[in-house]
């Protein structure tokens, strides 16, 4: 399936690895030019030479940190008018709310709501200018099922869902689409943090652990971070300019929502 996007641009934050790599990978396979970022230079050249020589796709790299100004900068001056927008920042970590300061939301927001909002905010106006944009903002499950540990990542990520709800029903006549994909438990390195954290709470080990976690989802399994990117992908497509502000949850089944 041609997802009509082949020759666009599109800036994937946090996509080093995990799903940002994945959505990347699928992007670059549709023969998207890639403007991809993430704070550790390793890695990153590593993810970009991969997708490189698996789909021949054009890869910038930025070393940035997506959740500060500076990053953002660095980013926008690389590529200041790109047609795809995926935003993606690795999110706070798990822990009991009564340990948190205000620096502790204060830095979730700013990763996980604020980060994503100014980024759409340096960039829409060119979108809505050619007639054309795709914005997919990675966040989580957690905004439809919150999750106790996860209070950081509850409030910074229920606070973008709410904006984005609006903005994006205001841009949809110009061609602009913004959505939300929401993942469950994906095999990533950062399914490796709730996990440990559960398993010392519980005086478990990491096997036991992933057994139970898979055994609340219907699938039977951690997803692939391959079928989270083609989402991704298919989100950026040239088919979902009649979608607007949805909150696509992939997760196996796991949460039991209607809506």
């Not at 799903?19 to 970022?37: D, P, Q, T, W, Y």
């Not at 996980?112 to 100014?118: D, F, R, S, V, Y």
């Not at 709730?194 to 096997?207: C, Y």
Request: aromatic fraction near 4%; include cysteine.
């Amino acid at each position: 399936m041609d997802l009509g996007i082949k020759g666009r641009t599109a800036i994937v934050n946090a996509a080093s690895k995990g799903l940002g790599k994945a959505s990347a990978m699928a992007l670059g396979r549709e023969g998207v030019n890639l403007v991809i970022s993430a704070r550790t230079v390793e890695t990153l050249e590593a993810a970009a030479e991969e997708i490189r020589q698996e789909t021949g796709a054009n890869v910038t790299i930025v070393v940035a940190d997506v959740s500060t100004v500076e990053g953002r900068e660095a980013i926008l001056a690389v590529c200041p008018d790109p047609d795809i927008l995926v935003n993606n920042c690795g999110g706070p970590p798990p822990g009991d709310f009564r340990d948190w300061t205000r620096d502790d939301w204060i830095s979730a927001l700013d990763s996980n709501m604020l980060a994503t909002i100014e980024m759409i905010k340096a960039t829409i106006d060119g979108m809505i200018e050619r007639g054309f944009g795709r914005v997919v903002n990675i966040t989580s499950s957690s905004v439809k099922a919150p999750i106790a540990i996860l209070g950081l990542s509850n409030g910074a990520r229920g606070g973008l869902t709410g904006f984005i709800a609006g903005l994006a029903r205001e841009v949809v006549q110009h061609n602009v689409i913004i959505n939300n994909l929401l993942p469950g438990m994906f095999a990533t390195d950062r399914l490796l943090a709730p996990m440990r954290a559960t398993a010392e709470a519980n005086d478990q080990s990491l096997d036991e652990v992933s057994k139970n976690f898979t055994a609340q989802i219907p699938a039977g399994r951690f997803g692939n971070p391959d079928e989270f990117g083609a989402m991704c992908a298919f989100l950026c497509s040239q088919y979902v300019g009649y979608m607007a502000g949805q909150n696509v949850l992939m997760d196996g089944g796991q949460i039991n929502v209607t809506m």
